[in-house]
């Protein structure tokens, strides 16, 4: 058998994915995410933070939530369901980030839970802070000759 054949006889084997309701579920999901948020923003601003603190408090709010339904197993359900559309930044970062301290919880909070929370977050972080102190650098530079 070919290549080309062995692809033809995977492709027909293979189910036929509703690109569609994928999408529409992806929208959908993703823009309650996203109302969530502004309800939260507002609340937040109608409790009597300004601006910056209510979307500062709305972040981690939306953070923990991802962490938690992470750790009930919960955000993998919505995740299957809503495709793409848990992929909003904040949430789908949280739960990237949790993800794999939960996966490795049987093999203790140090070297389990501990090892594994840096897994997708310790590259972020490293090259947030390199990327911070290489332009913090340059603006110096650039502020003693101009």
Known sequence: MTEKE???????AAPKSPMGKDCLNAFWIGGLICVLGQIL???YSAAGLDKDAAATATSITLVTLSALLTGLSL??????????GTLVPITGFANAIAA?????KTEGFI??????LFTI???VIVYGLSASVV?????WLWTLFV
């Open 6 to 12: 062995y692809a033809q006889l995977v492709q027909k």
């Open 41 to 43: 923003i507002n609340s």
């Open 75 to 84: 955000y993998d359900n919505l995740a299957k369901y809503g495709g793409a």
């Open 100 to 104: 794999p301290a939960v996966e490795f």
């Open 111 to 116: 070297l389990g839970v501990g090892a594994k």
């Open 121 to 123: 977050a310790g590259p």
């Open 135 to 139: 332009y913090g650098f340059l603006y």
